[in-house]
């Protein structure tokens, strides 16, 4: 089980995805090259091994960092999991270094650098359902 987020490219004047037109199509973050030469500078330790399907494991969590094989790349999914919310650091450095903002699928919202809200929603969640989180190394 994990919480989702999605970086994608808005304009800076959009603060709540209720804004866009139904038909809205965010720009591309870039080509594939370019979005993982991106990735690879933003979180170092993210083993890219597989481009498609990134990894970057922290102290008590673990992200997965759905990239595709799609170019140009329209979007990053992240899936998070453990615990810790040091989690959120290298998920808003991957946005602000590809000009993106969060969308916390879980609640369906743009949230912002230490914004924790939904994060501890999914964990209280995650915890009910399937108890305490483990370390994921």
């Given at each position: 089980m994990s919480w989702d987020v999605l970086l994608l490219r808005l304009a800076d004047n959009v603060t709540s995805v209720h804004e866009l037109p139904g038909d809205h199509t965010p720009p591309p973050l870039g080509s594939l090259h370019d979005v993982l030469a991106t990735v690879a500078r933003a979180v170092p330790d993210a083993d890219l091994t597989d481009p498609?399907?990134?990894?970057?494991?922290?102290?008590?969590?673990?992200?997965?960092?759905?990239?595709?094989d799609e170019d140009p790349v329209d979007s990053i999914m992240l899936h998070l999991r453990g615990s810790g919310d040091d989690v959120l650091t290298p998920v808003f450095r991957l946005a602000e270094t590809l000009g993106c903002k969060v969308f916390d699928c879980a609640e369906s919202g743009l949230i912002s650098a230490g914004q924790t809200s939904g994060r501890h929603a999914y964990q209280q969640f995650r915890d009910r359902v399937s108890g305490p989180a483990k370390p994921q190394h």
């Open positions: 498609t399907w990134g990894e970057l494991l922290g102290p008590t969590w673990s992200m997965e960092l759905n990239i595709g």
